[in-house]
Structure formats: structure tokens, C-alpha cells
């Protein structure tokens, strides 16, 4: 079989990020439309990922964000989306680039999506600089608490993930997808 060297799957993962993207700066631009909402997944290490120290030292791997009520200053450029949150009654500050976002799901639709995250020299050989980002409209004000969950092994065994939720009676299950489904096996 001939080498991939158009990188279909670089190519693929780059346009669903785009999905993401093209998701928050319609937040942005209008709120969360109905019962919308959002678990963002991102890896903490990965190139131009910007948090506190104290948030790096409790998920120094990967955290998992959510976007529903408790929410400030949500901007979104090209390559990254900035959110104001609030951990245990501190507010935060985040910076996350598109390409450190390992999963992002809707649960009020079931759907999702999982994406691999570029290591830094990869980041940088895609142009993954991240420019600083204005604030949007004071529109999406903080109303209910955000809840951070960690992403590892044991917060999955002691309370699963809207998507492991058994759909109701009648009601169709949505699946996440990983992108390594469709690749070469080699």
C-alpha cells in the first residue's frame, strides 16, 4: 500500500477541530442556544496551553471543562478559545489552543467527538501559535458554579460521563467515534 503523504488523518483532525471552533464562536456571538452545553477535554502539557499553577498542579495531564451557566469572557481566534471559570470559588483564566483539545461532547444532543493532541514539535511545525484574545460581550455572566472534573481512570469508574449514560426507552444511543477506527493498520 502506498504512503499517505497528503496526511489525511492530520487533514481530518484539523477540520473537526474546526467544528469546535466554529461551535464556541457561535457562543460567543449569540450564548449556548437551548439546553447546549459543553465537556471540554484538553491535555495541560501541550504546547501554548495557559492555566494557573495551582489548576497545572492539580491536573498536571488533562482536565475536563465544562461550558453550561458559569462562564465569562469567552474569545475565540483561529487557533485557540480563552474562558474565564471558577474553581472551588476562584476565578481562573484559561487559555486552551485547538490542537491541546482532546474531546469535546454536547450531552443535550449525544454528541461527541475525541482528537489526538500534537506534540510540541508538531505543534510548531503547524503554525499553532497562540495570539492573546479579546473578551467577548459581558453577555454570558456566570449564573450556577462550573463543575472541573479530572479525566483518569478512577473519576470514570466512581461517576461515568454523560455519554456512558444508558439512553432512555425508545431513544436512539450516540456513540464517540475516535478517529483511530479509520486509520491504516500497519
Known amino acids: 500500500m502506498a504512503e499517505d503523504l497528503i496526511r489525511y488523518d492530520v487533514l481530518t483532525q484539523e477540520a473537526l477541530r474546526g467544528v469546535v471552533r466554529k461551535v464556541l ?4 456571538r449569540a450564548g449556548l442556544p ?16 495557559r492555566i494557573s499553577s ?11 471543562i ?3 451557566h458559569q462562564f465569562w469572557d469567552l474569545a475565540v481566534t483561529e487557533h485557540a478559545f480563552e474562558v474565564g ?3 472551588s470559588g476562584v476565578p481562573e483564566r484559561l487559555l486552551v ?8 461532547f454536547d450531552p443535550s444532543v449525544e454528541f461527541g467527538m475525541t482528537f489526538e493532541v500534537a506534540r510540541e514539535a508538531e505543534a510548531t511545525a503547524a503554525g499553532a501559535e497562540v495570539e492573546t ?7 454570558l455572566t456566570p449564573v450556577v458554579p462550573v463543575q472541573v472534573k479530572p479525566v483518569d481512570d478512577e473519576a470514570k469508574e466512581a461517576a461515568p460521563p454523560a455519554a456512558e449514560a444508558p439512553p432512555a426507552e425508545g431513544e436512539k444511543s450516540a456513540a464517540v467515534v475516535s478517529l483511530d477506527a479509520f486509520r491504516k493498520k500497519t
Open 97 to 104: 489552543p485547538f490542537s491541546a483539545v482532546k474531546g469535546f
Open 25 to 28: 464562536t457561535e457562543v460567543v
Open 133 to 139: 484574545l479579546k473578551p467577548a460581550p459581558p453577555a
Open 34 to 49: 437551548g439546553d447546549h452545553h459543553f465537556y471540554i477535554a484538553f491535555d495541560t502539557g501541550a504546547p501554548g496551553v
Open 85 to 87: 471559570l471558577s474553581f
Open 54 to 64: 495551582r489548576l497545572r498542579e492539580r491536573f498536571p495531564e488533562e482536565m475536563t
Open 66 to 68: 465544562i461550558l453550561q
